[in-house]
């Protein structure tokens, strides 16, 4: 019997996600364990591999293909000694999701046939009519008429009911197509809705303006992160406190540490900052919280998201029981989950959970600014740059001014978990830490 391959979950939160590339073509032989598709997340690239062998009899979703639902029928794979050519979706053991309205069904091209995905989309090369409605078009046209400019409401269809394929588009190239060149203002916001409660619509105002502009298609992680942004401004009752840190007996321990540990290894100030928030979320542990609705949950551990900063977004990989490891260890574990972020090559666990977040813009210049929490994480640490600045020293001789490395960090509570008071002791047991920076190592 056939095997439907579906859309997997990769995630616990995933809903859907994108088929990036196939690895296999039609007719291909795997086996158990052959990877044969990327899917994209709401974070990652990851891989997929085949559950059984046999051959693949039919790719039912191309590659590149945007929200496709988990379980949905992506591939079938015909059993050994089964004709591929009569095997059909949703026969096998697993049933299939009901088939999507006509203009949502992608035209299965072959991987060796489609160019790479463009990364952005030129206004007025859009797929709908001056009229709103959705033109029928392969993603296959669809990519190939972003990349020459041609409008799709100019050129006719000869695929299924009139759906425009990859050779209309090479048609109207050939032949020129003058009318399909032409980009109407009209068609600036065809076929595009913006989310209610967002504001006033910028390709509707671009189009009235003549506004030229470049779109850029928002990929699942952007979109996540823009829909968990807003929830947590509207959810979540932030509140903000602010602290001045000397650094520089910090950056006195830190130059012998680096002296003293094996070659490779480069202790940052932003690993001595993880270990001091951990160490802080032990000695305060009710910032170390998250609202769960109808009770507080207090960890038991230090779990670290650390903002990082990708071409796809941000992203935050936790570090797990921060409080008992060296600044080595951080460094090492950091540095290559910072890597692996930034390549897209995390595993779900490893940026899911945390029980608080630090997000640092020191290294671009920033010298003091507020974050958003993480939901469902309590706080977040925003963390500005080290630079001069003039200090009041008092002693009993009287106030003298001196010149000190100073940092500026700012505190988001989630007002429903931290009282003022509670978030004041915590940044109090972190400036601490980081003024007497040895207290970190005991």
């Not at 090492?332 to 029980?355: C, F, I, N, S, W």
């Not at 630090?358 to 706080?379: K, Q």
Request: glycine share 10%.
């Amino acid at each position: 019997m056939s095997l439907d391959i579906l859309m997997p979950a990769l995630s616990p939160t995933m809903e859907e996600g994108t088929l990036a590339k196939w690895l296999v073509a039609e007719g291909d032989s795997v086996v158990s364990g052959d990877v044969i598709a990327e899917i994209e997340t709401d974070k990652a690239t990851m891989e997929v591999e085949a559950v059984d062998e046999g051959v693949i009899a039919k790719l039912i979703v191309a590659a590149g293909t945007e929200g496709v639902k988990v379980n949905a029928v992506i591939a079938v794979l015909a059993e050994e000694g089964e004709d591929p050519a009569s095997v059909q979706p949703g026969k096998s053991g697993t049933p299939a999701p009901a088939p999507a309205p006509a203009e949502a069904v992608p035209e299965v091209v072959s991987k060796l046939d489609t160019p790479a995905a463009t990364s952005a989309t030129v206004h007025g090369s859009a797929g709908s009519g001056a009229n709103g409605d959705r033109v029928l078009a392969s993603p296959l046209a669809r990519r190939l008429a972003s990349q020459n400019g041609l409008n799709l409401a100019a050129i006719g269809g000869s695929g299924p009911n009139g759906r425009i394929v990859k050779r209309d588009i090479q048609a109207t190239l050939v032949g020129g197509g003058a009318k399909a060149m032409q980009v109407g203002a009209a068609s600036a916001s065809a076929g595009h809705s913006m989310p209610a409660g967002t504001g006033p619509d910028p390709r509707k105002i671009a189009g009235q303006l003549d506004m030229g502009y470049e779109e850029i298609p928002a990929n699942n992680m952007r979109k996540t992160i823009a829909r968990r942004l807003v929830e947590a401004k509207q959810t979540v009752p932030h509140f903000y406190l602010t602290v001045d840190i000397e650094l520089d007996a910090l950056l006195g321990l830190r130059g012998q540490i680096n002296k003293a540990v094996p070659e490779g290894v480069k202790i940052s100030v932003n690993d001595m900052i993880i270990l001091a928030s951990a160490k802080a979320l032990i000695d305060e542990p009710d910032t170390n919280a998250s609202w769960a609705g109808d009770a507080v949950l207090k960890y038991a551990s230090a779990d670290i998201a650390v903002a990082v900063a990708t071409d796809n977004g941000l992203i935050t990989p936790v570090l797990r029981d921060v409080q008992t490891k060296g600044l080595p260890e951080i460094s090492a574990e950091m540095v290559d989950l910072a890597t692996r972020a930034r390549e897209g090559r995390l595993k779900p666990h490893e940026y899911q959970g945390g029980t608080f977040t630090i997000s640092n813009l020191g290294m671009f210049g920033i010298r003091e600014f507020a974050a958003v929490i993480n939901p469902p994480h309590g706080a977040i640490l925003a963390v500005g740059k080290g630079e001069k600045r003039p200090v009041v020293r008092t002693t009993e001789q009287g106030d003298t001014l001196a010149i000190a490395t100073v940092m500026s960090v700012t505190l988001s509570c989630d007002h429903r978990v931290v009282d003022g008071a509670v978030g004041a002791r915590w940044l109090n047991a972190f400036q601490q830490r980081l003024e007497n920076p040895l207290s970190m190592l005991l």
